[in-house]
């Protein structure tokens, strides 16, 4: 009897570590993402669809257009000698991690803050724009700025943001109604559901020409630099994308395209 539950631990630990290896070893098949975008002939970049000035579908035309998705095309461009070779995922602030982790894209170029918090989950490259965080309101509001966010007010954000977070730290007294994406967010706004929007000032400034009627208000409060995020641990990947960004700001065709979008140089 002894000897069995002897044999019956030896079998169960054996099981085990089967399982790890079959997991280790499946790891170590999977190989970089630069691999993987060269087996399959495209790089599936994650963006935003709702989000003027960054990654924006045209519901007439199917197109999607902005600064995220141009760096995604340059980046085809750079691996392909293609720009055509991408293929574009929607993903919101929510999914954008997950379907990373999952292997579902290649990597998020998608208005996204490199934070410490995030940094455990994935890598980033460098900063390749700035922004911060700003208030969006309807013209004549009396909401000026930060300080006029106080108990009572109704603050519109989107799910999964750090303007979630950073707002409900800003403005602790406020309410704050998060949703599944930013337009959706400026629809309840339009509809009166809220005081104000509150997310980056670029993405903010993309809803203003969308409908001048509402108007950025009070300034930064806080510094977002947006890095693209790639599957923690593939260094080889992040540099790919730091030397594509290089070699953009090196030519004159991050400027080009940073203005051709935001309306003014950068800094
Ligand atoms: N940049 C901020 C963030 O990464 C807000 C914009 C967004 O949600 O994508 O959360």
């Known amino acids: 009897m002894k000897k069995r539950s002897k044999l019956g631990v030896l079998l169960i630990l054996l099981a085990v570590c089967l399982v790890f290896a079959g997991c280790g070893g499946k790891k170590e098949k999977d190989g970089g993402t630069l691999?993987?975008?060269k087996a399959r002939g495209k790089v599936i970049a994650g963006v935003k669809y709702d989000?003027?000035?960054f990654g924006l579908k045209d519901p007439a035309t199917g197109k999607i257009e902005g600064f995220d998705i141009d760096i995604?095309?340059?980046?085809?461009k750079k691996i392909f000698?293609?720009?055509s070779k991408v293929e574009l995922k929607e993903v919101t602030s929510k999914t954008r991690i997950p379907l990373l982790q999952n292997g579902d894209i290649d990597l998020?170029?998608?208005?996204?803050?490199i934070t410490e918090e995030r940094k455990e989950q994935v890598d980033f490259s460098d900063v390749y724009f700035k922004a911060g965080q700003s208030l969006l309101v309807k013209k004549g509001s009396p909401i000026q700025g930060l300080e006029d966010i106080k108990k009572g007010v109704k603050v519109l954000t989107a799910k999964g943001s750090t303007s979630a977070k950073n707002i409900r730290e800003k403005a602790p007294d406020a309410t704050v109604l998060e949703f599944e994406n930013y337009q959706d967010a400026f629809t309840a706004l339009k509809a009166g559901q809220g005081d104000a929007l509150t997310t980056d000032n670029a993405i903010l400034l993309g809803m203003q020409k969308q409908d001048p009627n509402y108007i950025v208000v009070g300034g930064n409060f806080t510094d977002e630099p947006y890095g693209i995020a790639i599957k923690k641990g593939d260094s080889e990947f992040v540099q790919v994308v730091n030397d594509l960004l290089k070699e953009m700001k090196e030519s004159g065709e991050y400027d080009k395209l940073?203005?051709?979008?935001m309306g003014v140089k950068p800094e």
């Open 108 to 113: 998020i170029i998608a208005t996204m803050t």
């Open 51 to 53: 989000t003027k000035l």
């Open 35 to 37: 691999e993987a975008i």
């Open 72 to 76: 995604a095309k340059a980046l085809a």
């Open 81 to 83: 000698g293609d720009e």
């Open 258 to 261: 940073y203005e051709q979008w």
